[in-house]
């Protein structure tokens, strides 16, 4: 019914920056939240930065002043805009939004395959 697809993932020196986007299609009347997650070899996932439908974003702490999801330019789709990376941000990196299908559904999870961030010299 959903599907997200990441891309933008790719190897870059610590210092660099990478832009990622998330595209979601199918069944989609509304997206209440949109988060981007990543999870490191032999970790947990974690959040790294979340978005509501008014726009207001959140960003974890080893990553606040470094990464912003920017104003969306198209319908469906977020992006992480991500400076000054670090080997420690090494991870792969998943697109996750929560869909309504009709008006006033909450909505439900959704998350994409994922897309490869590594951060070396």
């Known amino acids: 019914q959903v599907q997200l697809v990441e891309s933008g993932g790719g190897f870059v020196q610590p210092g660099g920056s990478l832009r990622l986007s998330c595209e979601a299609s199918?069944?989609?009347?509304?997206?209440?939240?949109m988060a981007w997650y990543r999870q490191a070899p032999g970790k947990e996932r974690e959040l790294v930065a979340s978005?509501?439908?008014?726009?207001?974003?959140e960003y974890a702490d080893f990553v606040k002043g470094r990464f912003i999801i920017p104003r969306p330019n198209a319908r469906r789709t977020v992006d992480l805009q991500m400076y000054s990376l670090k080997p420690e941000d090494t991870a792969v990196y998943f697109c996750?939004?929560?869909?309504?299908?009709?008006?006033?559904?909450?909505?439900?999870?959704?998350w994409g395959q994922g897309t490869q961030v590594t951060v070396s010299s």
């Open positions: 199918g069944n989609i009347f509304s997206i209440n939240v």
């Open positions: 978005m509501t439908s008014d726009g207001g974003t």
């Open positions: 996750n939004m929560r869909i309504g299908h009709f008006r006033g559904d909450y909505g439900n999870a959704y």
